[in-house]
């Protein structure tokens, strides 16, 4: 059974940091990229960041400096950390799966990112 479990998502005031996780189980993770994607209401869904099975790393423009993508393959877990957050952030957050960092073939169910004072 594919099983994609992520956690760290909350309520943050700005400013502040968060640390999302996608432990993955049932499917391969070592020779695939892994990626943060978000979806803000009413708008299309973004890549965030991206890590490849090697390990190179791509972001937005609206997140670099201050998001990190990061992987464990032993425990089959990728991770945001996520510094200095703006209320722009807030968003719907997916873990994906996928052979490249731009392709998909797999999703996780999404956390809740809300950043508010």
């Known amino acids: 059974q594919v099983q994609f479990v992520e956690s760290g998502g909350g309520l943050v005031q700005p400013g502040g940091s968060l640390t999302l996780s996608c432990a993955v189980s049932?499917?391969?993770?070592?020779?695939?990229?892994m990626g943060w994607y978000r979806q803000a209401p009413g708008k299309q869904r973004e890549l965030v960041a991206g890590?490849?099975?090697?390990?190179?790393?791509n972001y937005a423009d609206s997140v670099k400096g201050r998001f990190t993508i990061s992987r464990d393959n032993a425990k089959k877990t990728v991770y945001l950390q996520m510094n200095s957050l703006k209320p722009k952030d807030t968003a719907v957050y997916y873990c994906?799966?996928?052979?490249?960092?731009?392709?998909?073939?797999?999703w996780g169910q999404g956390t809740p990112v809300t950043v508010s004072s």
């Open positions: 994906k799966r996928g052979l490249q960092i731009t392709s998909i073939d797999y």
């Open positions: 049932g499917i391969g993770f070592r020779t695939y990229a």
């Open positions: 890590i490849s099975s090697g390990g190179s790393t």
